[in-house]
């Protein structure tokens, strides 16, 4: 997991390391247009940083138009669209729609099989899975499951697939994939995507499978029960309805 940095550090690091490799390459020979790529790349990922979309963008953003400003000159009019297309292949625009970039906290979902529980071998997934953060939070807490987790992100699917190696983790669209196979299916989204899951959850899911949220509640919508973390942060908890209730409960964890 990457270590967290107080702003404005991780823009610092990303502007200087983008623009060090820049000069690291340039006096190694590569081209012009190979440096500016791979620098725009770099910052790229630096900017996986920054803990808001906007401060992700303000990252990336840096290097190359700090270069724009001094070395414009030294490039093509087309070459500028190349750190355009780092950046929307590592954000796609379809990624865009729904939560940015955050990771899920290691110990946040610790105690979910007190109040959600799975079988041994049930498919759970993370839907939206990023860097693998969640996957793992949900590794801790099910060791037994088989993990799952879906990403539209090209390179952040590989990414997560190489830090989690014992999960399933494929590209797609989590909106258009099927959940009707998972247990329990655990997302971090944001405020206005809740309706949306939790419709598409009670169309596919069955009943008295597990719908989780980090952070969101769904409007609307009774939770099973949640579990308080440290700083005012909830972990919801939604049973798809058709099963018999078990009760329902709140629970407290300073983290």
């Given at each position: 997991?990457?270590?967290?940095?107080?702003?404005?550090?991780?823009?610092?690091?990303?502007?200087?390391?983008?623009?060090?490799?820049?000069?690291?390459?340039?006096?190694?020979?590569?081209?012009?247009?190979?440096?500016?790529?791979?620098?725009?790349?770099?910052?790229?990922?630096?900017?996986?940083?920054?803990?808001?979309?906007?401060?992700?963008?303000?990252?990336?953003?840096?290097?190359?138009?700090?270069?724009?400003?001094?070395?414009?000159?030294a490039?093509?009019?087309?070459?500028?669209?190349?750190?355009?297309?780092?950046?929307?292949?590592?954000?796609?625009?379809?990624?865009?729609?729904?939560?940015?970039?955050?990771?899920?906290?290691?110990?946040?979902?610790?105690?979910?099989?007190?109040?959600?529980?799975?079988?041994?071998?049930?498919?759970?997934?993370?839907?939206?899975?990023?860097?693998?953060d969640?996957?793992?939070?949900?590794?801790?807490?099910?060791?037994?499951?088989?993990?799952?987790?879906?990403?539209?992100?090209?390179?952040?699917?590989?990414?997560?697939?190489?830090?989690?190696?014992?999960?399933?983790?494929?590209?797609?669209d989590?909106?258009?994939?099927?959940?009707?196979?998972?247990?329990?299916?655990?997302?971090?989204?944001?405020?206005?995507?809740?309706?949306?899951?939790?419709?598409?959850?009670?169309?596919?899911?069955?009943?008295?499978?597990?719908?989780?949220?980090?952070?969101?509640?769904?409007?609307?919508?009774t939770?099973?029960?949640?579990?308080?973390?440290?700083?005012?942060?909830?972990?919801?908890?939604y049973?798809?309805?058709?099963?018999?209730?078990?009760?329902?409960?709140?629970?407290?964890?300073?983290?």
């Amino acid at each position: 997991m990457l270590p967290h940095l107080p702003w404005p550090l991780p823009a610092v690091l990303g502007w200087s390391s983008s623009w060090l490799l820049f000069l690291l390459l340039q006096r190694g020979g590569w081209t012009p247009l190979w440096t500016l790529l791979a620098a725009s790349l770099w910052g790229a990922l630096i900017s996986l940083w920054g803990d808001t979309l906007w401060r992700k963008l303000f990252i990336a953003g840096g290097f190359p138009l700090s270069l724009a400003l001094t070395q414009a000159q030294a490039f093509p009019a087309w070459a500028w669209l190349l750190p355009l297309a780092c950046l929307l292949l590592l954000y796609p625009l379809q990624s865009w729609k729904d939560a940015p970039l955050f990771p899920t906290p290691p110990d946040a979902l610790n105690d979910l099989p007190g109040v959600a529980p799975v079988e041994p071998g049930a498919a759970v997934l993370d839907a939206g899975c990023g860097l693998g953060d969640g996957l793992m939070a949900l590794r801790q807490a099910y060791p037994l499951a088989v993990l799952h987790g879906l990403e539209w992100s090209r390179p952040l699917r590989w990414l997560c697939a190489r830090r989690c190696p014992w999960a399933h983790v494929e590209r797609g669209d989590i909106w258009q994939a099927d959940w009707g196979a998972y247990a329990l299916v655990y997302l971090f989204q944001r405020p206005e995507s809740m309706p949306r899951a939790w419709a598409k959850a009670c169309a596919e899911m069955a009943p008295g499978t597990w719908l989780v949220s980090l952070e969101f509640a769904v409007p609307e919508a009774t939770a099973h029960a949640h579990i308080a973390l440290a700083g005012e942060r909830r972990v919801w908890v939604y049973r798809m309805p058709g099963a018999l209730a078990q009760g329902s409960g709140k629970r407290d964890r300073a983290s």
